[in-house]
């Protein structure tokens, strides 16, 4: 069955159909919030494939140079999904997994020497003692049949509780340092606290797991030194701009204000939900507070409500026309793409809604941009009712 897909002001057309993939287009928008324009620049027509059905809350993706897509499932499981269309289950060990509310397999990332060393990391609550989430790293099969661990763990101790607010994106920045993404655990305190991984991104050594050797608290005995922002909520998307060492997360707000935010080395994001008794959540206070000193603002809010930003990636390479270089988020709950126009400064120049997505495959929780000119979508519906797709300009 051929969907049908809907912009976000028109009925689009549908295009034929190809085995294994179905085909939807969404046409090219003209709309005022679309993002400004070159003189010689015009937007693409995207078009939509299916690729993978039947799936329970795909968490993560990541493209290998040969072209195959590895992406893992919260519940456990990874699997390869080749250029030819086939699909492998990848045997690997979740034994020890922790699946539970919004934490289970999360983050999934590529070493950037994978064509050598086929090394891969994910990150994924403990279902062991008393339970934390980590960052293990993998050695994937040459043929994608099966992964076996390596570092397990490379990084621990990051908060859990009932399985809210685990975060947790992986990537890579340009110096190759490890970037992991960090909820506050539903505990007040954990943002704003120097000791504790919650609500936090922090900078590791792929290798070993120990602090970037520049992390900005390094050698301060009140702090941890493998954090590298604080004052998080649930940060669910990372994205490195490309060209650029500017790494930007998306994170969840409370009822309000989910933000996009420009990380910077040390800074603090606002987040302090710790009311007259230090054991309270209180979810009332703004996302960013103003109280506290050099709390960094939002480069894009929200509002109200929020829509639960989660994977994020940019846009990069002419093949994008006026979409090259925008800022896309999954939402959940506003179940579309946000697309953002930031400039060099990192001021917000435009926010619009990619066409073709409002509503019509649900909630989106990864948009990741592959090396072969597309980029690729997971859904997060569950009850097996998720999908993998693949999404290509054609200017």
């Known amino acids: 069955m051929v ?3 809907l912009s976000v002001i028109a009925l689009l057309s549908v295009v034929g159909c190809s085995d294994p993939a179905q085909r939807t287009a969404s046409g090219p928008s003209s709309t005022a919030v679309s993002p400004s324009l070159g003189p010689d620049q015009r937007l693409p ?3 939509v494939e299916v690729l993978v059905e039947d799936l329970d809350n795909p968490w993560d993706l990541a493209q290998a140079p040969d072209g195959t897509i590895i992406f893992d499932q919260r519940r456990g499981g990874l699997s390869a999904y080749f250029p030819d269309g086939s699909l492998r289950a990848i045997d690997a060990d979740f034994g020890d997994l922790f699946a539970r509310g919004e934490t289970g397999l999360m983050g999934l990332v590529l070493d950037p020497g994978f064509t050598d060393n086929r090394r891969f990391f994910t990150c994924e609550g403990f279902d062991g003692g008393e339970g934390d989430i980590r960052v293990i790293s993998w050695e994937m099969a040459a043929d994608y049949a099966a992964a076996t661990r390596l570092s397990d763990p490379l990084v621990e101790g990051m908060p859990l509780t009932s399985g809210r607010h685990g975060g947790c994106r992986l990537r890579f920045d340009t110096d190759g340092a490890l970037r992991i993404s960090t909820g506050d655990a539903a505990t007040g305190s954990n943002a704003q ?5 919650g609500g936090k991104t922090l900078r590791v050594d792929p290798y070993t797991g120990q602090p970037w050797p520049d992390n900005p608290f390094l050698g301060d005995g009140e702090a941890n030194p493998l954090i590298y922002t604080y004052g998080h909520r649930n940060v669910q998307g990372l994205a490195l701009r490309p060209g650029t060492e500017d790494m930007y997360s998306a994170e969840h707000g409370p009822d309000v204000d989910d933000e996009i935010n420009l990380l910077m080395a040390g800074a603090n994001y ?3 939900p710790v009311g007259e008794d230090p054991d309270d959540y209180n979810e009332s206070v703004p996302m960013t507070d ?6 960094q603002p939002a480069v894009w809010a929200s509002g109200e409500p929020a829509i639960a930003t989660s994977g994020s990636t940019f846009l990069d390479g002419p093949a994008w026309g006026g979409y090259d270089g925008l800022l896309l988020v999954g939402l959940l709950a506003g179940q579309g793409i946000l697309a953002l126009q930031i400039g060099e400064d990192a001021a917000l120049i435009s926010a619009s809604r990619l066409p073709g997505f409002d509503g019509t495959y649900g909630r989106i929780r990864t948009v990741q941009l592959g090396n072969d000119d597309s980029f690729y979508v997971t859904t997060s519906n569950g009850d097996g009712g998720d999908v993998l797709l693949r999404v290509t300009p054609e200017l």
């Open 193 to 197: 606290d120097l000791t504790s991984l």
């Open 290 to 295: 103003p109280a506290i000193d050099g709390a």
């Open 270 to 272: 606002g987040w302090n």
């Open 45 to 47: 027509e995207l078009v």
């Open 3 to 5: 969907p049908v897909v």
